[in-house]
């Protein structure tokens, strides 16, 4: 019973130490949540997931502007490195030190890539991936 309870113990923080970085599950919005998987294989959930996926691309689509984008990243605990405009679409680049993966970008760790496009923000972590 011993054996069992200490390996029961080591589970859980060992999931504990993998569970914290909720990715943009964390951000309190209702959209459409997308997984970008092995080979470009995309799933697409239409009410959010019970849990992040780990190591993969992943896009939050959400209606709003740029108060939702910056509340979106205030709930991530990111910090904005950058921003540039693309033909009307403001694009911001971040970095949150809760998440785990992350791109190199112009010589950042990059892992939180937002676009705002007129009534519309699109999330990605750990770059934004698809159409904005």
């Known amino acids: 019973m011993k054996k069992f309870v200490l390996f029961l113990g080591f589970v ?6 993998r569970l914290y970085d909720n990715g ?6 209702d ?7 092995a080979g470009g294989a995309e799933t697409v959930y239409e009410k959010k997931p019970l849990f992040d996926r780990f190591n993969a691309y992943t896009r939050l689509d959400i209606a709003g502007g740029r108060a939702e984008a910056e509340k979106g990243l205030k709930e991530l605990g990111a910090t904005v ?5 693309l033909g009307g679409v403001t694009v ?3 970095y949150a030190p809760t998440v785990n993966i ?14 705002v ?5 699109a999330f990605g972590m750990p770059l934004l991936k698809g159409s904005y």
């Open 31 to 37: 959209g459409v949540y997308t997984v970008y998987g």
């Open 92 to 94: 911001l680049y971040a």
């Open 102 to 115: 992350f791109e190199t970008v112009k010589g950042r760790r990059i892992n939180v890539m937002v676009a």
């Open 24 to 29: 943009l599950l964390s951000v309190s919005a």
């Open 81 to 85: 490195l950058w921003e540039e405009q």
């Open 12 to 17: 859980m923080l060992f999931s504990g130490l």
């Open 117 to 121: 496009n007129g009534s519309g923000v």
